[in-house]
C-alpha cells in the first residue's frame, strides 16, 4: 500500500518553529527521538547533524511517506517499544482541542485531535517520558495558545520537569510556542 499524503500533517509552521528550536537545541552527541515525525521533514534536517536520530509514528501512511524519503521510521504509538534514552525528544504533538462529536476517523485526524482541552496527548507523553528521557536530556514540545500554555507548563512540573516557552510566532491570528523541559531534578 503506498501512502496517502492527504492522511499525514503536512509542513506547516508548527513543524517550522520545532525545527527552528530543535537545531537551537542540538548537540552533536545528542540521540534523538523525533516521536510522530509525520513526514519526517524534521528528522531530515536534522541528519548527520546528531549522533543518532530515531523518527516514529502511529500513522502507517506517515511512516510509509517518511521511509520513501529516506528517514528511518518505526511505527509506535507514542513510547511503546521505545528502549533506551534520548538526549533530546522532538514532539509535535496533537494539541487541538477536539469534542467527541467533532472527530472524524481518520490518520490525519489522528495528528490533530488533543482531545477535549487539547492535551491529552501531552499526558499520555508525560506519564512515560522519564522512562526513555536520558539524565540531563531536554524535550522539546510545541503547543498553541488554545492548549492552555500555563496549563500544559502545569502539567509539565507536575511530573517533575523545569519548563519554559523558548520559542512563539504569531500565526494567523495564533501564538504557536515551543515548550523546552528538563528534569527538575537537574538544573534546566
Not at 88 to 98: E, V
Given at each position: 500500500?503506498?501512502?496517502?499524503?492527504?492522511?499525514?500533517?503536512?509542513?506547516?509552521?508548527?513543524?517550522?518553529?520545532?525545527?527552528?528550536?530543535?537545531?537551537?537545541?542540538?548537540?552533536?552527541?545528542?540521540?534523538v527521538l523525533d516521536l510522530g515525525t509525520g513526514s519526517g521533514y524534521i528528522a531530515r534536517h536534522l541528519v548527520g547533524k546528531a549522533a543518532i536520530i530515531i523518527a516514529t509514528d502511529v500513522n502507517p501512511h506517515a511512516c510509509r511517506m517518511a521511509s520513501s524519503d529516506g528517514v528511518g521510521v518505526a511505527r509506535a504509538d507514542l513510547t511503546a517499544g521505545l528502549r533506551g534514552h534520548f538526549?533530546?525528544?522532538?514532539?509535535?504533538?496533537?494539541?487541538?482541542?477536539?469534542k467527541?462529536?467533532?472527530?472524524?476517523?481518520?490518520?490525519?485526524?489522528?495528528?490533530?485531535?488533543g482531545g477535549e482541552g487539547g492535551r491529552d496527548v501531552i499526558r499520555r507523553l508525560l506519564s512515560d517520558l522519564p522512562r526513555i528521557l536520558a539524565p540531563g536530556g531536554r524535550l522539546l514540545l510545541v503547543i498553541s495558545e488554545i492548549t492552555g500554555v500555563e496549563e500544559v507548563l502545569g502539567l509539565l512540573r507536575d511530573a517533575g520537569f523545569f519548563a519554559g516557552v523558548v520559542r512563539r510566532?504569531?500565526?494567523?491570528?495564533?501564538?504557536?510556542?515551543?515548550?523546552?523541559?528538563?528534569?527538575?531534578?537537574?538544573r534546566p
Open positions: 500500500m503506498d501512502a496517502d499524503p492527504d492522511q499525514v500533517y503536512p509542513v506547516r509552521e508548527d513543524t517550522l518553529l520545532l525545527l527552528e528550536a530543535a537545531l537551537d537545541e542540538l548537540k552533536p552527541s545528542d540521540r538526549d533530546l525528544i522532538l514532539f509535535n504533538p496533537p494539541y487541538l482541542p477536539t467527541p462529536g467533532e472527530r472524524i476517523d481518520d490518520w490525519l485526524e489522528e495528528a490533530l485531535d510566532n504569531r500565526v494567523e491570528g495564533e501564538d504557536l510556542l515551543v515548550v523546552r523541559a528538563k528534569r527538575s531534578r537537574e
